[in-house]
């Protein structure tokens, strides 16, 4: 009880602090275009957007260089490897991949931001969080840091890692009961899909980002669970994973 009732307080005090905090003043996005000519034919072409911060703060710096070491790291090593990949399949023609985001949330205590990378009718799915708070605003985050495990400073690495165990498998464990309790309503799930399947592609540190009222939601990549290739969500209050570790 005296735990369910510690995490209310700290629930009731993020809330409260939230709404004194200002959201993440936001401009034109990052955006650009990479293009490998591949053949006489084709060529492989990527395309990205990203949210970019108004500048003025820490935070808006910290999450603008973020957003494009990812550019510059598509640009120098991941476009050219897949350029090179694709050239010796003698494509005959245009390889489009494209990158997009939108802002999941922006209350002044974290911006997050869940992107898609779409390629010939496929997607995948990255999360992003940004602490605004701290001693280095604009910081990304792992689950460790927003359940309060970890401190922003925190450099001791068994204590991270012996943290960032214990989240994931409460996250796991509640992730997994949720898909079974919605299988066969909203869900199809896979027959033969096996909780050390969803272990294997799922990693709860680093797969969430937050809805709008600062909430991780949890998700799986397109055909981790089951076969209709959609990205299944679950959203997890914060005080409900406390409670289970």
Known sequence: MKKRAGSLFLCLLMAASAALAEPLALTEDL???????????????????????????????????????????????????????????????DIRVEVDYRVTCNDGEYFSVLTETRQEGLSS???????????????????????????????DTWLQDRQTARADAAVREMVWAELQARNGKDLE???????????????????????????????????????????ITVTIPVEDILDEM
Do not use: C, H
Not at 126 to 152: D, H, I
Not at 193 to 210: I, K, V
């Open 31 to 93: 955006s650009g275009e990479i293009r490998e000519q591949l053949n006489e034919k084709a060529a492989y072409i990527y395309s990205y957007r990203y949210p970019r911060a108004a500048e003025g703060s820490a935070a808006a710096e910290q999450v603008n260089s973020f957003f494009r070491y990812r550019a510059e790291d598509a640009a120098g090593f991941e476009v050219p490897m897949n350029a090179d990949y694709y050239r010796g399949t003698e494509p005959e023609a």
């Open 125 to 155: 799915w990255s999360g992003y969080t940004f602490s605004m708070k701290g001693l280095k605003p604009g910081l990304s985050v792992a689950l460790p840091y927003l359940l309060g495990l970890l401190e922003g400073e925190e450099t």
């Open 189 to 231: 799930l896979a027959e033969d899909l096996e909780r050390e399947a969803l272990d294997y592609a799922f990693f709860p540190e680093e797969d969430f980002y937050l809805e709008e009222n600062g909430d991780p939601v949890f998700f799986l990549q397109p055909g981790t669970a089951e076969a209709s290739g959609r990205l």
